[in-house]
């Protein structure tokens, strides 16, 4: 069974830094591309970043590609997320999703729940 | 950064067909911006519907469908049904990197 899983969302101050987790089971984690998108309170999908399977591509977008870095450790089957110097515009759920194969930036499949992140002082 | 462009609300009756689409600042949706379709439902991660145009998956229902329409990526409910009541976002490539339309809340009535 296929489980995608996000943590270290939080409540964190303006100008802080956060590193988010994206944790995956039940299939080969290096042969597919993970993606990160997140949805502030009562709007609609951003497409935020994403890497390829074995790490060797990264993917951001345009509004947070200064201030975010993608990696991954294919041991431990875990993506991660750096965001630094947030803002209160970036208050959202982070959702990680799962790619088609081991290049592009489109997630797919599977989807974890997300994880809440709240930029406030 | 290109803007994607779709319906901000649509109303369909029970077994009625619509057609939701997806527009780009940059001209015309081809095969090359490998357009998804997402649904969402309250409260849920968003679920994948078609890739790369017209692709359904195993669990994508036969009454969805997705094409290329008039110059925009399109998907097509045919015989929608009550559970079918979702927000719908597509999603285009632009070398790489990955935009979102606004979103279409569909209504079922």
């Known amino acids: 069974e296929v489980k995608v899983l996000e943590s270290g969302g939080g409540l964190v101050q303006p100008g802080e830094s956060l590193r988010l987790s994206c944790a995956a089971s039940?299939?080969?984690?290096?042969?597919?591309?993970i993606s990160w998108v997140r949805q502030a309170p009562g709007e609609g999908l951003e497409w935020v970043c994403a890497?390829?399977?074995?790490?060797?591509?990264?993917y951001y977008g345009d509004s947070l590609k200064d201030r975010v870095t993608i990696s991954r450790d294919n041991f431990k089957n875990t993506v991660y997320l750096q965001m630094n110097t947030l803002r209160a515009a970036d208050t959202a759920v982070y959702f990680c999703?799962?790619?088609?194969?081991?290049?592009?930036?489109?997630?797919?499949?599977?989807w974890g729940q997300g994880t809440p992140v709240t930029v406030s002082s | 950064q290109a803007v994607v462009t779709q319906e901000p609300s649509l109303t369909v009756s029970p077994g009625g067909t619509v057609t939701l689409t997806c527009g780009s600042s940059t001209g015309a949706v081809t095969s090359g911006r490998y357009p998804y379709w997402f649904q969402q439902k309250p409260g849920q991660a968003p679920k994948l519907l078609i890739s790369?145009?017209?692709n359904r998956h195993s669990w994508t229902p036969a009454r969805f469908s997705g094409s290329l329409l008039g110059g925009k990526a399109a998907l097509t409910l045919s015989g929608a049904q009550p559970e079918d009541e979702a927000d719908y976002y597509c999603l285009l490539s632009y070398n790489g990197a990955g935009v979102f339309g606004g979103g279409t809340k569909l209504t079922v009535l």
């Open positions: 039940g299939f080969t984690f290096s042969m597919y591309a």
């Open positions: 790369d145009v017209s």
């Open positions: 890497i390829s399977g074995r790490g060797d591509v990264t």
């Open positions: 999703a799962k790619g088609l194969g081991p290049y592009g930036s489109n997630p797919s499949d599977y």
